[in-house]
T-cell receptor, first 115, second 112 residues
Framework: ETGVTQTPRHLVMGMTNKKSLKCEQH?????MYWYKQSAKKPLELMFV???????ENNSVPSRFSPECPNSSHLFLHLHTLQPEDSALYLC??????????????FGPGTRLTVL | KNEVEQSPQNLTAQEGEFITINCSYS?????LHWLQQHPGGGIVSLFM???GKKKHGRLIATINIQEKHSSLHITASHPRDSAVYIC??????????????FGKGTHLIIQP
């Protein structure tokens, strides 16, 4: 399997549930990203991990908790979400070394609905 | 804060027409992306550029760093080009991994 994969592709959850989104990249990249795309709004950066360390947290509520156990895997743990958190959650990866920047490759996204 | 503005927001054209989508941004950047998003959500990176011009098949992307402006052109447009086209920029920073700032996207429909 190649590229960036995300599971599940669709998720419906209640406000009291706890769930996790998974992202896996098979590109040998060392940076991974979570983005959120809400209806009628631009994509928004949520988190950035570089070499498994979180380097950016874009003022995201604590009900979203990222985890990067290794350079190939990225999780987004969800708990006590609100209906307004319903959105498409996209994962991306890139290969970044110091001041060198390469393009980001996106996964297919997880369509999340919070009831 | 870097603002990314795209125009037009919506564009409907006939098959074969030459398409131009514009992107303006407000601060210095290290790279600009053009992305394509089809219904269902998947995003494909079309171009990443920091200067000049790039061409891939019927797609051409240009950037003018001084004017903080980029354009995406589609020649001989086809119904399969129908998608949302998104401009995204990476601000100048200290280096390493950085998230992107996105425009709202241009919804393109090419009619047969």
């Amino acid at each position: 399997e190649t590229g960036v994969t995300q599971t599940p592709r669709h998720l419906v959850m209640g406000m009291t549930n706890k769930k996790s989104l998974k992202c896996e990249q098979h590109l040998g990249h060392n940076a991974m990203y979570w983005y959120k795309q809400s209806a009628k709004k631009p994509l928004e950066l949520m988190f950035v991990y570089s070499l498994e360390e979180r380097v950016e947290n874009n003022s995201v509520p604590s009900r979203f908790s990222p985890e990067c156990p290794n350079s190939s895997h990225l999780f987004l743990h969800l708990h006590t979400l609100q209906p307004e958190d319903s959105a498409l959650y996209l994962c991306a990866s890139s290969s970044d070394r110091g001041h060198s920047y390469n393009e980001q490759f996106f996964g297919p996204g997880t369509r999340l609905t919070v009831l | 804060k870097n603002e990314v503005e795209q125009s037009p927001q919506n564009l409907t054209a006939q098959e074969g027409e030459f398409i131009t989508i514009n992107c303006s941004y407000s601060v210095g950047i290290s790279a600009l992306h053009w992305l394509q998003q089809h219904p269902g959500g998947g995003i494909v990176s079309l171009f990443m550029l920091s200067s000049g011009k790039k061409k891939h098949g019927r797609l051409i992307a240009t950037i003018n760093i001084q004017e903080k402006h980029s354009s995406l052109h589609i020649t001989a447009s086809h119904p399969r080009d129908s998608a949302v086209y998104i401009c995204a920029v990476r601000s100048v920073s200290g280096g390493g991994a950085d998230g992107l700032t996105f425009g709202k996207g241009t919804h393109l429909i090419i009619q047969p």
